[in-house]
């Protein structure tokens, strides 16, 4: 495998900034007004404007597994890197194909409006009731679809330079303990024993002890040679 290098770095700096970047502005396009529209119905007239969490509302889970992705690829190994990034061209060309549907076919979502002011009911009467009026698209839905195109752009970029992203060292090191040495010198001999404490002198209060002893075993204290007394 080859070792990280500046395109490396390079490359997965680019696709983290155009995953936030795309997130970012697919959810400012879906907060936002995408159509507004000017129906005659009659004697009436309505005007009114939709936002992009009615047109579109697929857009912000959209965004939100973008960015779940940005974090899943600031932890993944190279093959994970290879999945997010296949997951995240998937998300942008989602993304793409649910804005250009609603620019393509407005009606469903001024439908909600069209009824709520004017009481207007049934899916064909409404579109002809649109088809009829005035609709415009604002700028909003082609941000939806560039922040798509973008997330496109940057799974691509993470597919392509995943083998050569930069991998996070050790933070932690494992320090073996080694037993000591027996031996002071190195060598193979062993290390000589402790000295032996020095004998300590009897005392008076120990001879006295000692000659009562020999009474209770019915020896003779005072012979030195050990011999029993008679009993």
Not at 54 to 67: E, I, N
Not at 83 to 100: D, I, W
Not at 120 to 129: H, P, V, W
């Amino acid at each position: 495998m080859r070792a990280p290098d500046a395109a490396g770095k390079r490359g997965k700096r680019t696709a983290l900034m155009s995953i936030v970047v795309g997130a970012g502005l697919a959810i400012l396009a879906w907060s936002q007004a995408w159509f507004s529209f000017d129906l005659v119905l009659g004697p009436e007239s309505y005007s009114g404007e939709v936002r992009g969490d009615v047109a579109a509302p697929a857009v912000m889970a959209l965004a939100l597994a973008a960015l779940a992705v940005l974090a899943a690829l600031a932890l993944a190994g190279l093959i994970f890197r290879y999945v997010l990034g296949g997951l995240l061209t998937l998300v942008g060309a989602v993304l793409v194909l649910q804005s250009f549907i609603a620019v393509g076919n407005p009606a469903p979502a001024i439908a909600p409006e069209v009824t709520a002011a004017s009481g207007l009911a049934g899916e064909q009467t409404i579109a002809d009731a649109v088809a009829a009026g005035t609709v415009t698209v604002t700028f909003w839905p082609w941000l939806a679809v560039l922040a798509g195109a973008i997330l496109v752009l940057a799974g691509l970029v993470v597919m392509t330079t995943a083998r050569r992203w930069p991998t996070g060292g050790r933070r932690f090191t494992t320090t073996s303990l080694e037993p000591a040495d027996a031996t002071a010198g190195g060598d193979d001999e062993p290390a000589a024993a402790p000295a032996a404490a020095p004998a300590v002198a009897p005392t008076d209060s120990d001879r006295r002890v000692e000659q009562w002893d020999a009474l209770s075993h019915g020896d003779d204290p005072t012979d030195t040679g050990g011999t029993r007394a008679s009993s």
